[in-house]
């Protein structure tokens, strides 16, 4: 059974400061994407990571993958207030259709 | 350009109660996807559509959630004997071609009373 675990599942961070989310996934993906969602908003694609290796970068966010560790990163380098939102990561499974599998989200809150 | 539309944005429904779900993807778009998702939790997978035909439809929890696409554009999701249980946001997804990135529309929440 696939899962998709991200951690953490709720932070705060003051502005200014740098954090890293943790998307770990326990079977083989072939890609792998990261969403932005505001409160009552629909999800916002931001990265998507196709290869071991990869990192992709857009503004203050990072994302990497390694497909060996079946672990991806989105940091996040001197947050400020509009990065607040839910991020969530999603796999595509090899071999196996190209459905989304969610983790539950990461809900991030940047305070002055 | 316009994104993923979908209506209604809100839906209140009796236990019992048969619904429908509209989504227009993107224009150009060949493949829709249906997710639902409960507060809190991350979207879960229910179906796809390559063209007209439901690719993937394991994701749909039992048989009384059909979903078609008949001209390979607009879709519609639609619940038969709604429970208590099927309350979420229902969230349409397009991509230009399978397997690229999905792009999201603003969802229709579901409440069944």
């Known amino acids: 059974e696939l899962k998709v675990e991200q951690n953490p599942l709720f932070l705060s961070m003051q502005e200014g400061k740098n954090y890293t989310i943790y998307c770990n996934y326990s079977?083989?993906?072939?890609?792998l994407y990261w969403y932005r969602q505001d409160p009552g908003k629909s999800l916002e694609s931001l990265f998507v990571?196709?290869?071991?290796?990869a990192v992709k970068q857009e503004g203050r966010l990072m994302a990497s993958l390694d497909t060996k560790a079946r672990l991806s990163t989105l940091h996040i380098t001197a947050a400020v207030h509009d990065l607040s939102a839910t991020y969530f990561c999603?796999?595509?499974?090899?071999?196996?259709?190209?459905?989304?599998?969610f983790g539950k989200g990461t809900s991030l809150l940047v305070t002055p | 350009g316009a994104g993923v539309s979908q209506t209604p944005s809100n839906k209140v429904t009796e236990k019992g109660k048969y619904v429908e779900l509209r989504c227009d993807p993107i224009?150009?778009?060949?493949?829709l996807y249906w997710y639902r998702q409960s507060l809190g939790q991350g979207p879960e997978f229910l179906i796809y559509?390559?063209?007209?035909?439901?690719?993937?439809d394991s994701g749909l929890p039992n048989d009384r959630f059909f979903a078609v696409r008949p001209e390979g554009s607009v879709s519609t999701l639609k619940i038969q004997r709604t429970e208590r249980g099927d309350s979420a946001v229902y969230l349409c997804?397009?991509?230009?071609?399978?397997?690229?990135?999905?792009?999201f529309g603003p969802g229709t929440r579901l409440l069944v009373l």
């Open positions: 997804a397009s991509s230009l071609f399978i397997g690229e990135t999905q792009y």
């Open positions: 999603a796999v595509v499974l090899t071999n196996s259709g190209y459905a989304l599998n």
């Open positions: 079977t083989t993906s072939d890609r």
């Open positions: 990571l196709l290869s071991n290796g």
């Open positions: 224009s150009g778009h060949t493949a």
């Open positions: 559509f390559q063209g007209t035909g439901a690719a993937d």
